[in-house]
């Protein structure tokens, strides 16, 4: 069954570095997210990603966070200074298309920011 | 009460019987969807029900909508131990644009 990758599965950083995080999208899905879950809480909605563009973003999603589609089947996340408070487990999930069908989670990134 | 909020909390049954977990919402929605979690793992999608659906099944996964109410149920029956995770509702908002709001959980155990 097609999946959705996501690397590095744990990363730690220092306070105030950049991290990309990476993931490679079902092959033929047209729509790409990022979530993330602090430990204990919701799964929270960061963005999405359609046609090359940024659809809809959440008010988590400022102007530290970046998205990319830098080729046909990455699609990165980049946090451009770390804060403790980002550390959660980020989550890529890809959908083919809007409302008909769920999406594909991948199995995510635990990012530690010390 | 939040947009997607699941009860109980969590639950815990002996194989073989029947777990239910309920989901309520607030606003009007395209879809609901339903989403298991493996102690930290990811989301895996198990079923979706559209707001003009009333009851959708898949194996032992029975899910209804009562948009009325604004409210879903999961039913799995016959639990295995295999079973045991936290479950979560998420809700496609009309209008709210291309995004899930994910409820809650309830985290389900099944003992042997």
């Known amino acids: 069954e097609p999946e959705v990758t996501q690397t590095p599965s744990h990363q730690v950083t220092q306070m105030g570095q950049e991290v990309i995080l990476r993931c490679v999208p079902i092959?033929?899905?047209?729509?790409f997210y990022w979530y993330r879950q602090i430990l204990g809480q919701k799964v929270e909605f960061l963005v999405s990603?359609?046609?090359?563009?940024?659809?809809?973003k959440s008010e988590i999603f400022d102007d530290q966070f970046s998205v990319e589609r830098p080729d046909g089947s990455n699609f990165t996340l980049k946090i451009r200074s770390t804060k403790l408070e980002d550390s959660a487990m980020y989550f890529c999930?890809?959908?083919?298309?809007?409302?008909?069908?769920?999406?594909?989670f991948g199995s995510g990134t635990r990012l530690t920011v010390v | 009460s939040q947009q997607g909020e699941e009860d109980p909390q969590a639950l815990s049954i002996q194989e073989g019987e029947n777990a239910t977990m309920n989901c309520s919402y607030k606003?009007?929605?395209?879809?609901l969807q339903w989403y298991r979690q493996n102690s930290g793992r990811g989301l895996v999608h198990l079923i979706l029900?559209?707001?003009?659906?009333r009851e959708k099944h898949s194996g032992r996964l029975r899910v209804t909508l009562d948009t009325s109410k604004k409210s879903s149920s999961l039913l799995i029956t016959a639990s295995r131990a295999a079973d045991t995770a936290s479950y979560f509702c998420?809700?496609?908002?009309?209008?709210?644009?291309?995004?899930?709001?994910f409820g809650t959980g309830t985290q389900l155990k099944v003992e042997l």
């Open positions: 999930a890809s959908s083919e298309s809007r409302g008909a069908t769920g999406y594909t």
């Open positions: 092959s033929n899905h047209l729509y």
């Open positions: 990603f359609y046609n090359n563009e940024i659809s809809e």
């Open positions: 606003t009007s929605i395209n879809n």
């Open positions: 029900i559209r707001s003009n659906e």
């Open positions: 998420a809700t496609d908002i009309t209008g709210g644009g291309n995004k899930l709001t």
